[in-house]
């Protein structure tokens, strides 16, 4: 079957939303492309004059190469050195998807992706299609073949996994970098107690290194506890630069909707560091230092313009 400029334009128009869904049922922006690849393999392949709405045909055919990839990632994840943590992204990279509601940004945090890999692959679809998407039941039920009753039931189980009942703080760039700039100065002020205050008192953190660089092998969790450890982290010393490769700039920045220290040696990202924010203070702090998940953020960062760094040559 050959696709006519038609077809090749109805799958473009649809490849930013086919992402979007794709990196929050996976949790990988890598993956997420492959599978959006596939989808188009697939269009490419079929009969276009048997589909009748090209965008729910899409979406039915992503989802279910997502659901098998899941099945494999998770066995995949259980065999991962260290913690596993989604691959970050950047504000204004199109992969992030709708941002209308508090629902949609929501979806796209690494706390709610982290918190996602709990679900059932159906329940994770399900949860995605509707919170994220707005699909309706009836939509949802077709895509993945089930009644509509029965994808009600599956939302609901979704919804009492996923529930949380902290009020998070809705950032743009000017408070993300305030937000940042307050964190960096405390971490790096040699006193514990100023972090301390920042943190909610069950904070935790959770870092990934892909078993290439250090991270805890466990989440920590205690504002002390964790105001110690970042203490630690941030210091700088020859140590550090060594292992990331040279003296860094730090930077504020909007990563999965939260605010983000963006850690830059040259043109290379060599991590991001997510803050969940909420009205009692800093509840999360996700470190992502592994290489392989901060090569899509390094070439958004090289193609875009950003603010001056909070601190060179640390």
């Known amino acids: 079957m050959v696709v006519g400029t038609r077809e090749v334009e109805v799958f473009e128009n649809s490849r930013a939303r086919l992402g979007a869904i794709a990196y929050r049922l996976l949790g990988s922006a890598s993956d997420a492309e492959d599978a959006v690849q596939d989808t188009f393999v697939r269009w490419h392949a079929a009969d276009h004059e048997l589909v009748e709405t090209p965008e729910a045909w899409l979406t039915k055919v992503l989802t279910n190469i997502c659901l098998n990839q899941l099945t494999s990632a998770r066995a995949r994840r259980e065999a991962y050195v260290g913690q596993w943590l989604p691959e970050p992204i950047f504000a204004g990279d199109r992969m992030f998807g709708p941002a209308d509601t508090v629902e949609q940004r929501e979806s796209v945090s690494i706390a709610m992706l982290t918190l996602m890999e709990r679900l059932s692959a159906k329940e994770r679809a399900v949860y995605v299609l509707r919170e994220a998407f707005g699909y309706a039941h ?20 979704a919804k009492q996994h996923m529930a949380d009942d902290r009020t998070r703080m809705e950032v743009d760039e000017t408070a993300a970098r305030k937000v940042v700039e307050e964190f960096l100065a405390a971490a790096l002020s040699g006193n514990t107690d100023s972090l301390v205050r920042l ?10 290194g892909g078993g290439v660089v250090f991270s805890l092998p466990q989440p920590l969790s205690g504002a002390v506890r964790v105001a110690r450890f970042l203490r630690r982290l941030l210091e700088p010393t020859s140590d550090k630069w060594a292992m990331i490769g040279g003296r860094a700039d730090m930077f504020a920045a909007v990563v999965n909707g939260v605010p983000a220290l963006v850690i830059v040696v040259g043109d290379r990202i060599v991590g991001v560091i997510t803050l969940e924010v909420t009205t009692d203070g800093i509840a999360a702090v996700h470190t992502q230092g592994n290489p392989a998940k901060l090569e899509r953020a390094t070439r958004y960062w090289a193609a875009s313009e950003h603010a001056v760094p909070l601190r060179e040559n640390w």
């Open 138 to 157: 009836s939509e949802i039920a077709e895509i993945l073949d089930l009644t509509e009753a029965n994808c009600y039931q599956i939302y609901r189980r």
């Open 199 to 208: 943190l909610t008192e069950d904070v935790i953190s959770a870092g990934d």
